[in-house]
Nanobody, 115 residues
Framework: QVQLVESGGGLVQAGGSLRLSCAAS????????MGWYRRAPGKSRELVAG???????TYADSVKGRFTAVRDIAKNTLDLQMNSLKPEDAALYHC?????????WGRGIQVTVSS
């Protein structure tokens, strides 16, 4: 059974940093693209950072230069280093990964940024 487990969220002051981690497991096949998405109250879900198995990354314009996605292929992990956090970064963050033609999601982890 494929599982994605997120960790590392919490409360931080504006300007601070957090590092989110996602560990994927349970697939008989390799994991393809992985990514971090977020959904703030009253807003639609958006891609924060995505990374292919080959290492090509995509970032939302709002986080470029502040967030960095780091993937470990061997460990099936995807970290998101978030620096210079802003109140508008507060959201429920979900990890996703595709494997065997399906996309799987983690349960989500809350990030709160106080101004």
């Amino acid at each position: 059974q494929v599982q994605l487990v997120e960790s590392g969220g919490g409360l931080v002051q504006a300007g601070g940093s957090l590092r989110l981690s996602c560990a994927a497991s349970g697939s008989k096949f390799s994991f393809g693209a992985m990514g971090w998405y977020r959904r703030a109250p009253g807003k639609s879900r958006e891609l924060v950072a995505g990374i292919t198995r080959e290492g090509t990354t995509t970032y939302a314009d709002s986080v470029k230069g502040r967030f960095t996605a780091v993937r470990d292929i061997a460990k099936n992990t995807l970290d998101l280093q978030m620096n210079s956090l802003k109140p508008e970064d507060a959201a429920l963050y979900h990890c996703s990964a595709d494997t065997a033609g399906l996309i799987y999601w983690g349960r989500g982890i809350q990030v709160t940024v106080s101004s």
